[in-house]
């Protein structure tokens, strides 16, 4: 089975969907989740498991990145699938909080090995840009579809003993891909030919320029666009009465809108990369802007798939100038995930210093100000993918 076969495509497809879904289930509810389970009403403890969730991913990610340089990352990949199943096993059987919280610590060490699933993908494709709009796309639907789920799985009388579905669903994963890709072709088995140490380590000087530069990038947008999910909710019930279900339906609005953007995201250009991005990041700044500054429901809603449409085309473009550089962006793509999570991490914490009650439209404000301090950071990050184009094309 050569290293492009659809099969092993798909296989990879069901686990990207699978991993989203599974690592995002109950995330909206776990205040609820630890109130029914452990009987934990303090909502600071519901705060500082997600840190501390987030923490040890941006710690593990770059570690996978890392070791993807060393071993065949089909082995590392079953490795922490496996790792995960019986951790979830291991979460389903807590009897105490505190239990329940070093196991989600241990299993997101073995679960930020999913981060290799992306590379594989691209590497089991011909036509990248399909894959990267793909991947975004299920993602997004993945992560639509659990927040949905959620709202029933808490009403379940033990919400514990879903850990035991989600764990055989990561085994589940791992009999998949152990039956499909140990008959794929890996691009690490292709002899190389040696680079003269001069070279080697200039290149490595500005890999690593570029890596941080496109890591500023990536943590500034996941950081403004996270800054206003927190309190989303709770701002569109006080600012629109909005019904609960109005309001979930606003907060996965753009989760939807990725799905609209996909025939844009299949068509991206290595050469236009650049040009997209800063048109597609202003029109994210203008529709953060117009959710913040909006008194109008309507104008609201419109800002909210702006914000999806365009977002989801920013990311996508991202993606593509890591994966531009061929077989080294792999374990590089462990570090943009760290920088991603940082992100994820530090907005939520950063709220509370923005307002102090969910009526507040002031984080859609910071997070305008964050997003006209990342365009210029993101226009300088990708100008090097941009010459380097220009070149191959000379």
């Given at each position: 089975?050569?290293?492009?076969?659809?099969?092993?495509?798909?296989?990879?497809?069901?686990?990207?969907?699978?991993?989203?879904?599974?690592?995002?289930?109950?995330?909206?509810?776990?205040?609820?989740?630890?109130?029914?389970?452990?009987?934990?009403?303090?909502?600071?403890?519901?705060?500082?498991?997600?840190?501390?969730?987030?923490?040890?991913?941006?710690?593990?990610?770059?570690?996978?990145?890392?070791?993807?340089?060393?071993?065949?990352?089909?082995r590392l990949l079953l490795i922490g699938q496996a790792g995960t199943g019986l951790s979830c096993g291991m979460m389903a059987s807590a009897a105490t909080e505190t239990q329940f919280v070093v196991w989600s610590?241990?299993?997101?060490?073995?679960?930020?090995?999913?981060?290799?699933?992306?590379?594989?993908?691209?590497?089991?494709?011909?036509?990248?840009?399909?894959?990267?709009?793909?991947?975004?796309?299920?993602?997004?639907?993945?992560?639509?579809?659990?927040?949905?789920?959620?709202?029933?799985?808490?009403?379940?009388?033990?919400?514990?003993?879903?850990?035991?579905?989600?764990?055989?669903?990561?085994?589940?994963?791992?009999?998949?891909?152990?039956?499909?890709?140990s008959k794929t072709k890996t691009e690490s088995r292709i002899h190389k030919t040696p680079i003269p140490a001069s070279a080697s380590a200039a290149r490595k000087s500005r890999d690593l320029y570029f890596l941080?530069?496109?890591?500023?990038?990536?943590?500034?947008?996941?950081?403004?666009?996270?800054?206003?999910?927190?309190?989303?909710?709770?701002?569109?019930?006080?600012?629109?009465?909005?019904?609960?279900?109005?309001?979930?339906?606003?907060?996965?609005?753009?989760?939807?809108?990725?799905?609209?953007?996909?025939?844009?995201?299949?068509?991206?250009?290595?050469?236009?990369?650049?040009?997209?991005?800063?048109?597609?990041?202003?029109?994210?700044?203008?529709?953060?802007?117009?959710?913040?500054?909006?008194?109008?429901?309507?104008?609201?809603?419109?800002?909210?798939?702006?914000?999806?449409?365009?977002?989801?085309?920013?990311?996508?473009?991202?993606?593509?100038?890591?994966?531009?550089?061929?077989?080294?962006?792999?374990?590089?793509?462990?570090?943009?995930?760290?920088?991603?999570?940082?992100?994820?991490?530090?907005?939520?914490?950063?709220?509370?210093?923005?307002?102090?009650?969910?009526?507040?439209?002031?984080?859609?404000?910071?997070?305008?100000?964050?997003?006209?301090?990342?365009?210029?950071?993101?226009?300088?990050?990708?100008?090097?993918?941009?010459?380097?184009?220009?070149?191959?094309?000379a």
């Amino acid at each position: 089975m050569g290293s492009h076969h659809p099969i092993a495509r798909i296989a990879l497809y069901i686990c990207v969907f699978l991993f989203v879904f599974t690592e995002v289930l109950f995330s909206p509810f776990y205040p609820q989740f630890f109130q029914k389970v452990f009987g934990v009403s303090d909502l600071q403890f519901t705060g500082n498991y997600l840190f501390l969730c987030r923490l040890s991913v941006v710690a593990a990610s770059p570690v996978w990145g890392w070791l993807s340089k060393k071993v065949d990352r089909k082995r590392l990949l079953l490795i922490g699938q496996a790792g995960t199943g019986l951790s979830c096993g291991m979460m389903a059987s807590a009897a105490t909080e505190t239990q329940f919280v070093v196991w989600s610590l241990i299993l997101l060490l073995f679960k930020s090995s999913y981060l290799l699933l992306y590379p594989l993908l691209l590497e089991s494709a011909m036509d990248q840009k399909r894959v990267t709009a793909n991947y975004h796309a299920l993602a997004q639907c993945a992560a639509a579809g659990a927040a949905l789920a959620s709202s029933w799985l808490i009403q379940l009388k033990d919400p514990l003993s879903v850990f035991w579905w989600i764990g055989g669903l990561d085994l589940l994963q791992a009999l998949i891909c152990m039956a499909v890709l140990s008959k794929t072709k890996t691009e690490s088995r292709i002899h190389k030919t040696p680079i003269p140490a001069s070279a080697s380590a200039a290149r490595k000087s500005r890999d690593l320029y570029f890596l941080m530069k496109l890591g500023i990038t990536v943590f500034t947008l996941h950081f403004a666009v996270t800054l206003i999910r927190p309190l989303f909710t709770v701002y569109t019930e006080v600012e629109y009465g909005s019904s609960y279900v109005e309001s979930s339906f606003l907060f996965l609005l753009p989760s939807f809108m990725t799905l609209a953007a996909l025939p844009v995201m299949k068509k991206l250009k290595s050469e236009n990369l650049r040009n997209v991005y800063m048109i597609s990041g202003a029109m994210v700044l203008i529709s953060i802007l117009l959710q913040g500054g909006s008194s109008s429901f309507v104008l609201f809603t419109a800002g909210r798939c702006l914000f999806g449409f365009f977002l989801a085309i920013c990311l996508a473009s991202l993606d593509m100038s890591l994966f531009q550089k061929g077989k080294e962006a792999g374990h590089q793509y462990g570090w943009m995930c760290s920088f991603q999570n940082l992100g994820l991490l530090l907005a939520p914490v950063s709220v509370p210093a923005f307002t102090e009650n969910g009526a507040s439209s002031v984080p859609f404000w910071a997070a305008g100000v964050v997003l006209a301090v990342h365009l210029p950071a993101a226009f300088v990050a990708l100008r090097r993918n941009s010459s380097l184009t220009k070149a191959k094309a000379a």
